[in-house]
């Protein structure tokens, strides 16, 4: 049975890995693209919290978890950490609805790869995964039911993430993580013309622009856990990501095409003209990425259960680069408040595979920071996941099955409202690579 779980973890993850978009969402066409999940299955199980620290599981929503307390068990004796190893790709289904219709759209994404290796006092952390997707398919419909612009975008930016994490204390750790940002984002409108009897003519007109963009970014935290009673747990975290910027080299062409008159597909390129975007200043560019706080609390009982809360701010209205901007759009500052926890029923059982099981649930509502015609874009979620013991039950691996269920944007102004069921699955695997000799 480990074994099924194992192929069909990986299957599902490297079809993620593969597809060619992220995202099928229109509120993609803003800004940088639809902000990924920064967490694990884990958290996301829980409705995105951060907030629970223990040894056993990657925490990439806080860099001080990094670093931990030694881990009791046949395999550590009190002396070490396990190295963790995490892997995670993710399927989406969307029913998209406005006040002119109704569609439906699906993707299928990876979402992390990270590794976390612990060295006395510190912890060290690496790896890869997105930041923004963008995966859009448009279609402006004039009153005779006509296409008259479709928009189509793809692409996103990825981050390489390393990190460290301190012990001060056996209560109190500290961390930083250094992102580097990367990846490419392409847009293109193409404007359909009809002639007086209503028929597509021969040649129609294609605006593509790419942006290319990097950039460096860090991420601090502080993560505090202690016992109140014998039995429970308070914990308590706080990040910050100072504000940033990422440098973007732009490009647009116009370009005269011959479409389909079926599917109205590019099936040829007559010419294309390169704008030049160095007199406007629109070559190069620099896009602010604004500051993020979070902060949290939570109590539980060591492996048993937890229950915590987590509030975000970013200054999303610090958002800017002029080769983004539109009429109709505009930003205000983000929140967004999280929570949820945890259950296992025994999870050091010798009978019962189902009492080891971690149950998970979880809630979150934000306010995304995007407006549209005056327009606020919220997002509400509910989550559900199990954590599946696998492996050496001393070693607190994992296979992670999460499902969330949530509702983003309005009908409003003849906006899209999406209403999303999210999959997702995830590896959470445990070693230990360096180990005293307890005889010579």
């Keep these: 049975m480990i074994k099924q779980l194992i192929v069909i ?10 597809a060619q978009q992220g995202t099928a969402s229109p509120y993609s066409f803003y800004g940088l693209g639809s902000l990924k999940f920064k967490g694990t299955v884990e958290n996301r199980s829980m409705g995105g919290i951060g907030v629970y620290l223990d040894s056993i599981h990657v925490n990439l929503r806080n860099p001080a978890a990094y670093a931990g307390k030694p881990l009791n068990s046949r395999f550590f004796y009190g002396e070490s ?24 759209g699906s993707s299928a994404t ?3 790869l990270a590794l976390s290796v612990p060295v006395g006092k510190f912890g060290f952390g690496f790896g890869l995964m997105p930041f923004t997707s963008v995966g859009y398919k448009l279609d402006d419909i004039n009153s005779d039911d006509d296409i008259i612009n479709r928009y189509r975008g793809e692409g996103g930016v990825n ?51 790419r942006s290319d963009l990097s950039g460096l970014n860090f991420n601090l935290g502080l993560a505090f856990k202690t016992n109140i009673t014998d039995k429970l747990e308070l914990s308590a975290t706080a990040s910050y ?15 005269t095409v011959s479409v389909s008159g079926i599917d109205l597909e590019v099936i040829s390129i007559s010419s294309t003209i390169e704008v030049d975007l160095e007199s406007q200043n629109l070559k190069n560019t620099e896009l602010t990425i604004p500051s993020r706080l979070t902060f949290g609390a939570g109590l539980g009982e060591s492996r048993s259960w937890f229950f915590g809360m987590e509030y975000t701010l970013q200054n999303t209205a610090d958002f800017s680069n002029p080769i983004f901007n539109n009429e109709i759009t505009a930003f205000e500052n983000s929140s967004s408040i999280a929570v949820g926890g945890f259950f296992i029923p025994n999870y050091n059982a010798f009978s019962g595979y189902f009492k080891r099981v971690v149950y998970r649930a979880g809630f979150n509502y934000a306010n995304t920071g ?69 005889y010579n």
Excluded: H
């Design 9 to 18: 973890c990986i299957t599902i993850i490297s079809s993620g890995a593969f």
């Design 81 to 104: 950490r396990p190295v963790k190893f995490a892997v995670a790709g993710a399927s989406t289904s969307v029913n998209l609805k406005s006040n002119s219709g109704e569609a439906t």
């Design 110 to 112: 990876f979402d992390y």
């Design 159 to 209: 981050k390489v993430f390393a990190g460290l994490g301190y012990q001060i204390s056996d209560q109190l750790s500290f961390g930083v993580d250094f992102n580097y940002n990367f990846g490419n984002i392409q847009n293109t409108a193409l404007a359909i013309e009809y002639n007086p009897e209503g028929e597509i003519v021969q040649y129609q007109t294609r605006e593509f622009n």
């Design 241 to 255: 990501s100072p504000e940033s910027t990422l440098s973007s080299e732009n490009e647009r062409t116009f370009s």
């Design 370 to 438: 995007l407006v549209i015609k005056d327009e606020s874009i919220k997002e509400f979620g509910i989550s559900f996941g199990l954590g599946l013991p696998v492996g050496d039950k001393d070693l607190f691996s994992n296979a992670n099955l999460g499902l969330e269920f949530g509702k983003r944007g309005t009908t409003n102004q003849n906006l899209v409202q999406e209403n999303f069921i999210n999959f997702n699955v995830s590896l959470s695997l445990n070693s230990r690579w360096f180990q005293k000799r307890k």
